[in-house]
């Protein structure tokens, strides 16, 4: 099979990673639940379900029943297209879909049309929160801090579900999401933990030992 991305010399990530820098754990959005949570398909074939039925209970009034059945069936035909199509373009995107977390960022190669990378040092991150879904599949969202800003619709649907103002880049629908997330909380304290060693400028012409 030939892979769209062989040109990255670590799957998911643009570059190699510097020294003293791991990976935790990468994987991917399930499909069906990438349709379900942020296409919504269940509505989607709902509508359509909804349609074929009116149709039914109109026909039924004035036809036989099996006419009625051959009346709904334009119905039952678009919503399937419908919902192949969501799921297709959900299939798409979590195949193009690698979320990375390593001891010091969280890494997202998102897009299927346009492919970006995201990276999100931890230190960018205020807090998290986690979505659960019945299988254990879930979302885990981050709430950014500081002057850091993305755009809702450039990031969808990698993002957490209606935060427009405050756009929260999230883990979408991600298997064993619970140990996903006890792997981010546990990086993340540990590398904010860390004391940050920065060098002074001299202002005198002496050299001033780091902080």
Same mark, same amino acid.
């Given at each position: 099979m030939h892979d769209d991305f062989n040109f990255e010399p670590i799957r998911g990530l643009p570059e190699a990673l510097p020294e003293g820098e791991y990976i935790l754990w990468q994987g991917s959005p399930v499909p069906g639940k990438l349709a379900r949570e942020a296409l919504a398909i269940r509505w989607v074939a709902g509508y359509f379900a909804l349609l074929a039925l009116w149709r039914f209970g109109m026909s039924s009034a004035e036809v036989t029943t099996a006419q009625a059945l051959g009346h709904i069936v334009p119905f039952v035909v678009i919503g399937a297209l419908a919902c192949g199509l969501l799921?297709? =373009?959900?299939? =798409?995107?979590?195949?193009?879909?690698?979320y990375t977390l390593t001891n010091k960022r969280v890494g997202m190669r998102i897009g299927a049309a346009l492919t970006m990378t995201l990276n999100l $040092?931890?230190?960018?991150?205020?807090?998290?929160?986690? @979505?659960?879904?019945?299988?254990?599949?879930?979302?885990?969202?981050? %709430?950014?801090?500081? @002057?850091?800003?993305?755009?809702?619709?450039?990031h969808w649907p990698h993002v957490r579900p209606w935060f427009m103002a405050r756009t929260q880049p999230a883990l979408r629908c991600i $298997? @064993?999401? %619970?140990? =996903?997330?006890?792997?981010?909380?546990?990086?993340? %304290?540990?590398?904010?933990?860390? $004391?940050?060693?920065?060098?002074?400028? $001299?202002? @005198?012409?002496?050299? =001033?030992?780091?902080?």
């Open positions: 799921y297709l =373009v959900a299939y =798409v995107q979590a195949r193009s879909t690698v $040092p931890y230190q960018w991150i205020g807090s998290a929160q986690l @979505d659960l879904r019945s299988g254990g599949t879930g979302t885990l969202a981050f %709430e950014l801090i500081g @002057d850091t800003r993305l755009s809702y619709i450039l $298997p @064993d999401a %619970e140990k =996903v997330a006890r792997i981010f909380a546990e990086a993340a %304290e540990t590398r904010i933990s860390q $004391p940050q060693i920065s060098r002074a400028t $001299p202002t @005198d012409g002496t050299a =001033v030992a780091a902080e």
